[in-house]
């Protein structure tokens, strides 16, 4: 059995100096990680569009040819909430989400359109003796393919698109003790302020002061992290799955494990994923570790801070920063 192992993904950056954090990520997405083994959200986890506008990624470029890939609260759309071990020097840090996701309907139009102008097409030059029908058919057949091939290649573009933002500050919990074991309290969190706003289709997650925390209680995690331990290139996807709280490991801390004994929990690439309460964006905790049994890293329990203790923290940066957030007074 492994002890608690950070989630946080690593991979190997393929370009030099300027570009070291998109050849770093561009590795990631692509699958070509250099992680221990781990799951993002393993066991039965579902995509989770729905939570695009709270959540982004934070890149840390670092480790000296290397970058590192989290999870990240959106709390107002010029600060994002992580945890304090995915990040390092403003000049070394980005926040960066996926862009083109609402081009799919314009290129799935366009790709039928394609179809069926194919289709048109070869009927008529058939219709009109201008060819064989058995040629006019396959000329069609070739159109479509050809069109098919064509979109697949554009899609494919627009999808893996990332859009990149600076960062102009970095907040670090005093309470975070840096390298410190699973028996040490650690306050693994840190504010980070974007150079320039995120776009408007995102929003802040809700904050409260007291939110109640029971054993067996359910919360929802979203982080976009791995999807399989044993397969690489399954990172970057937004997903979630309901845990259940199965105890304080102090005031400050919580720990989630499968309800159905099924494995399920973040991993690689979820350290400061979101921990919601279930059935709306108000975050609970940010997740910072994970434990597995049987020699994998995750899947067996999955370590958060709790926010609400953090919350005069949290209003104290962002006031410092001039920056309106949806925190409780």
Known sequence: MRGYCRIVSLAKAFLPAQLVGLGAILAFLSGLTLTAPAFALVGPARQAPEFIPYVVMV??????????????????????????????????????????????????????????????????????????ARFGIQAGLSLVFFGTALAFYLWSGVAAKLVFFDVAAIAINPGYW?????????????????ARPLPASFGPVELQNNFPVEIGQPLRIVGFGHADEEERGTSGVLRTAVLAVSGPKSPVLVRLTDPEGAGLGGCTGDSGAPVFAVGQPELVAVAIRAKGNDGYSCGASTEAVLAGPQLPWIRKILQAWGAAGSVAQ
Request: aromatic share 8%; hydrophobic share 50%.
């Open 59 to 132: 890149l840390d470029s670092s480790s000296g040819g290397g970058a590192s890939y989290c999870s990240a609260s959106v709390i107002t759309r010029n600060v994002v909430l992580t945890a304090a071990h995915c990040v390092s020097d403003p000049s070394d840090t980005q926040v960066f989400f996926r862009g083109g996701e609402g081009q799919l309907v314009f290129f799935a139009a366009a790709w039928m359109a394609w179809i069926l102008a194919s289709g048109l097409i070869a009927l008529l030059v058939i219709r009109f003796g201008l060819v064989r």
């Open 178 to 194: 840096p390298n410190s074991g699973q028996d040490t309290v650690s306050i693994d969190l840190a504010l980070v302020r974007l």
